[in-house]
Nanobody, 126 residues
């Protein structure tokens, strides 16, 4: 089972940028679909973005489209989430997720992913 460790969270002001990283263990990283989810206090975990095995296909929630960019470096076993023009409503704990069996129709569902990181907190002040 792949193990995931997120980093890069922090406290920023509205309009600032952050880049989250998710480092994965294991030699089969390139076979995993990778996703980013977030969970704000009192709310359910929600889909943010996902990327296919080779990085050729990316998917975004409408709320972050045009502001966030997901990418991966399979040589470094790492997936990134570049977050620009941050808003207070982006405040949440951000989780990295991985699964080799995710299909496109289900990649926005947390239940489609079996491996999760511990999360990294992002706070955006107004």
């Amino acid at each position: 089972q792949v193990q995931l460790v997120e980093s890069g969270g922090g406290l920023v002001q509205a309009g600032d940028s952050l880049r989250l990283s998710c480092a994965a263990s294991g030699h089969t990283f390139s076979s995993y679909v990778m996703g980013w989810f977030r969970q704000a206090p009192g709310k359910e975990r929600e889909f943010v973005s996902a990327i296919s095995w080779g990085g050729g296909y990316t998917f975004y929630a409408d709320s972050v489209k045009g502001r966030f960019t997901i990418s991966r470096d399979n040589a470094k076993n790492t997936v990134y989430l570049q977050m620009n023009s941050l808003k207070p409503e982006d405040t949440a704990v951000y989780y990295c997720a991985a699964d080799a069996g995710v299909i496109q129709s289900s990649l926005r569902r947390p239940s489609a992913y079996r491996a999760w990181g511990q999360g990294t907190e992002v706070t955006v002040s107004s």
